[in-house]
């Protein structure tokens, strides 16, 4: 797994509707390296702590293998990295292999897996369409959380090694799915 970009996000209120909406899931890309602390991206606009960073949620990693996919069902977004507000957009991290707990170093840090991705409406202001929130449920397309264990910068480029994996603990997508299945039974 290697960087494709780093990504960041400013406060950012808007108009859905008629209601404001505040937000930070509007990211770009940066080419300078970002600073990956234990809560949070510093520079990255969190704007609910409720559900966003954290120690379990401080980055969010996505695939752009995934964007295909959806850009199939989004044809006329304008995309970019960072669309779907993740701070690592990944040449490839497969939500069905990479399991909780799993470690990685990547740059000067470590990174633990932690859990997946659940979409809220404000992933539909993002792609100015609600149904994105179904069909991103209806993948295990998720990404991937990651706890930081050692806080410190990453940069476009950078590989992700993996340091330790635990096969009998549950995959990303696993966790995704039962999710899915409570939620929606």
């Known amino acids: 797994m290697k960087i494709l970009a780093t990504n960041i996000g400013k406060r950012k209120e808007i108009d859905w509707k008629g209601k404001k909406v505040t937000t930070g899931i509007f990211k770009y890309a940066v080419e300078e390296p970002i600073f990956l602390d234990v809560e949070d991206v510093k520079g990255d606009a969190i704007c609910n702590r409720e559900k966003h960073g954290g120690i379990e949620q401080a980055v969010y990693a996505y695939s752009v293998k995934h964007y295909d996919y959806f850009k199939a069902l989004h044809p006329d977004l304008h995309w970019e ?11 490839d991290i497969e939500e069905t292999k990479v ?3 799993d470690t990685f170093k990547v740059g000067e840090v470590v990174l633990e897996v932690t859990k997946p991705r659940y979409p809220c409406m404000k992933l539909g202001v993002r792609f100015n369409d609600m149904k994105i929130v179904k069909q991103f449920w209806d993948t295990t397309k998720s990404g991937v959380y990651f706890k930081v264990l050692q806080t410190g910068k990453v940069k476009t480029g950078d590989v992700f090694e993996l340091m330790n994996s635990d096969k009998s603990k549950p995959t990303i997508a696993e ?3 039962q999710k899915k299945k409570n939620k929606f039974s």
Do not use: R, S, W
């Open 99 to 101: 399991h909780v707990g």
């Open 81 to 91: 990295y960072g669309i779907f507000g993740e701070n690592l957009t990944l040449d």
């Open 175 to 177: 966790i995704y799915l």
